[in-house]
């Protein structure tokens, strides 16, 4: 099933090129237009078909992510010194919304860090075909990116796996925790180790409240 599901996403990227090139050419006066459904053109199967509407279709992971949308107060606390060291708290704020029809979420986050102006947006989903939770992370305090997989407990507490790289080139391994309190209260906690801290420690604690 998933090798034809394969062979389907491929046939249709490469189905969607060739239709805009004979576009392009008709309206360059390039010759007629010749009829769909020729021979040697892949027909998907219905269970290609089946497999393709369900992998696209958001289902209650994604009615989960998009019960946040919305704008939200942030607070913040950071151990940048290790695990020893006193937090640091500041504050901001957040929106989320859904795109694509209810399958992504986006964060848009503005808040400060060490004095000065701090941007960062997230892209979360679900994928319904490897059934895992995934998020990536972008900020204006760096120019790379940070993604982390995993998935959710039976009491609905998201735990996404992945690596970062500091300023250095030097790669830590993260562990992201994501727990929704109620409708009005989540709270994301983020856990590193590697390179000088051989155990793992709390770095980061966001809790959000929804404004009123």
């Known amino acids: 099933m998933r090798k034809g599901w394969l062979a389907f996403a491929a046939v249709g990227l490469v189905g969607l090129g060739f239709t805009a090139g004979r576009v392009m050419s008709q309206d360059m006066g390039g ?16 269970e290609e078909m089946e497999a393709w509407m369900k992998y ?25 010194g290790g695990p020893t060291a006193p937090a640091t708290e500041s504050t901001g704020t957040a929106k989320f919304r859904m795109i694509f029809g209810g399958r992504y979420q986006i964060q848009e986050f503005n808040g400060s860090m060490m ?19 995934f998020g990536t992370w972008v900020d204006s305090m760096g120019t ?9 407990d039976d009491k609905g507490i998201v735990t996404c796996s992945g690596t970062m790289t500091d300023p ?9 925790v994501f727990t929704h309190k ?13 390179q000088e801290y051989k155990d793992e420690f709390r770095m980061m604690e966001i809790t959000y409240t ?3």
């Open 115 to 133: 004095g000065m102006p701090f941007e960062g947006m997230s892209l979360s989903g679900f994928d319904n075909a490897l059934k895992e939770h």
């Open 210 to 212: 929804r404004k009123k």
């Open 168 to 176: 250095r080139g030097l790669a830590y391994e993260i562990r992201e």
């Open 31 to 46: 010759g007629e237009k010749k009829p769909e459904g020729g021979a040697g053109e892949h027909q998907p199967t219905p």
């Open 182 to 194: 109620d409708k009005d209260t989540m709270v994301f906690e983020m856990y590193i180790k590697g």
């Open 144 to 152: 790379g990116i940070m993604l982390a997989k995993g998935k959710a």
């Open 56 to 80: 696209m279709t958001p289902g209650p992971e994604h009615q989960q992510m998009a019960a946040a949308a919305g704008e939200w107060n942030a607070a913040v606390k950071m151990w940048m």
